[in-house]
């Protein structure tokens, strides 16, 4: 099993920046591959980024692609979504997904790839 708390969230201006965190628990962190999606009113779930076990290769949506960074510290079981450049059509909750992962790192971009979720975190920007 796999516990996700994410943290962060908040209301911002266009242009601004936020930082959300998700602490993991249950696993060996370095086995436990990462991503975040969000999920807009009226909209689909939708692939933001993820981080690849052990060696931390990252992939991003071409949505956020320059904009958000997700990096990972293995010392505190923490994975970051840094958030710049936010525009209104980021508003959304964010959710933290996670799947033990015991093959060679790859990425996962699939919401049906996640075995385990956050409670999310509401991410509004203003224009």
């Known amino acids: 099993q796999v516990q996700l708390v994410e943290s962060g969230g908040g209301l911002v201006q266009a242009g601004g920046s936020l930082r959300l965190s998700c602490a993991v628990s249950?696993?060996?962190?370095?086995?436990?591959?990462l991503g975040w999606f969000r999920q807009a009113p009226g909209k689909e779930r939708e692939f933001v980024a993820t981080?690849?076990?052990?060696?931390?290769?990252?992939y991003y949506a071409n949505s956020v692609k320059g904009r958000f960074t997700i990096s990972r510290d293995n010392a505190k079981n923490t994975v970051y979504l840094q958030m710049n450049s936010l525009k209104p059509e980021d508003t959304a909750v964010y959710y933290c997904?996670?799947?033990?992962?015991?093959?060679?790192?790859?990425?996962?971009?699939?919401?049906?790839?996640?075995?385990?979720w956050g409670q999310g975190t509401q991410v509004t920007v203003s224009s």
């Open positions: 981080i690849t076990r052990s060696i931390s290769n990252t």
């Open positions: 997904a996670g799947r033990i992962d015991s093959g060679l790192p790859r990425v996962w971009v699939f919401s049906s790839d996640y075995n385990y």
């Open positions: 249950g696993r060996t962190f370095s086995s436990v591959a």
